[in-house]
């Protein structure tokens, strides 16, 4: 049986949905998004100093970025399932390190050819 429009406006999920969709969204755009460039800074910064990133801060940046994507999943109906903190945080995967590029081989000059007589 088709539904009214007066019947779909009236589900009390949908606008309790749209509650936790704007306050998804406040936190990415005022908690998350600022702690990505903080961490990015810090990163930036400390890479300066050692030559490489701070290991344990990678785990942390890892989990933020799996939550930033739970969240957009949510908001646009991706998926059903409320990000944190009412499910539990996202798991970090083990980060790997980025294998550094081996440096170009200098490539001698060709020979040049002897002519035979």
Do not use: C
């Amino acid at each position: 049986m088709a539904q009214t429009l007066k019947e779909k406006l009236s589900v009390k999920d949908k606008w309790i949905r749209l509650v936790f969709m704007v306050l998804f969204a406040i936190v990415v755009y005022f908690i998350a998004i600022p702690l990505v460039w903080i961490i990015g800074a810090f990163q930036f910064i400390y890479s300066l100093f050692t030559g490489k990133p701070l290991h344990t801060l990678l785990h942390f940046s890892n989990g933020l970025s799996q939550y930033v994507h739970q969240i957009m999943a949510f908001i646009t109906y991706v998926n059903e399932e409320k990000p944190f903190p009412f499910s539990s945080w996202p798991g970090t995967k083990e980060v790997t390190k980025a294998k550094p590029k081996p440096a170009p081989v200098a490539k001698k000059p060709p020979e040049p050819k002897k002519e035979e007589k």
